[in-house]
């Protein structure tokens, strides 16, 4: 019988830091989330599905959410590297830029 591995990242229940590792995870997700609209976003207008103002609405969207993260990660003193949890031997969770 083989034993499961130990997780590559877990949640800490240390009241001294539960509150930073969970802000650290949930930026992690809106993060990753962020990236994939991003990357959707270029390929539609790429491919000449948006309108003008579309795509004006969209890069003004895209900016303001990533003026968000990063008044959150100072906020929180997190850097895009804390944000790109370790998945073991999948790599990192967030892909480079």
Do not use: C, Y
């Not at 539960?18 to 991003?38: A, C, F, S």
């Not at 599905?49 to 969207?61: F, M, P, R, T, W």
């Not at 990660?73 to 790109?84: A, I, M």
């Amino acid at each position: 019988m083989t034993r499961p591995t130990e997780p590559v990242w877990k949640l800490r229940t240390d009241p001294e830091t539960v509150e930073r590792d969970l802000v650290k995870l949930v930026l992690t997700l809106v993060e990753l989330i962020r990236q994939l609209m991003e990357r959707q976003a270029l390929r539609r207008v790429d491919g000449g599905d948006l309108s003008d103002e579309q795509v004006e609405e969209l890069g003004l969207a895209l900016m303001r959410l990533n003026h968000a993260m990063t008044t959150l990660k100072d906020h929180f003193g997190l850097d895009d590297h804390d944000l790109n949890l370790d998945l073991g031997p999948l790599g990192p969770l967030l892909p480079p830029d």
